[in-house]
């Protein structure tokens, strides 16, 4: 009996060192998928915040594009308005 009982405990023990080995298998399995998303979210986000740099360099490319567009149609509209008159004044001559 008394041999059955000792044997017991270490079946016992033997199994609970199994499972914990298990068990830790598992964690360190479950650290290494959570430092790779960790990882790949710290990517993501360096990705994100190139795209918004980027993304406000073309909006104030194309913010100086459009106030260059606004002037030459400026200077445009007075060069039309100076040959009307021009034409204008011809014309009663």
Not at 32 to 48: D, F, P, R, V, Y
């Amino acid at each position: 009996m008394r041999k059955l009982t000792i044997a017991g405990f270490a079946m016992a023990a033997a199994l609970t060192a199994g499972c914990a080995t298990t068990e830790q298998g598992a964690i360190d399995e479950a650290n290494a998928t959570a430092s790779s998303a960790e990882q790949t979210a710290n990517n993501a986000l360096n990705t994100a915040n190139s795209a918004a740099s980027s993304a406000r360099t073309a909006q104030q490319t194309a913010e100086e594009a459009l106030a260059a567009a606004r002037a030459a149609q400026k200077s445009a509209d007075e060069a039309n308005e100076r040959a009307k008159r021009m034409l204008e004044r011809a014309s009663q001559k």
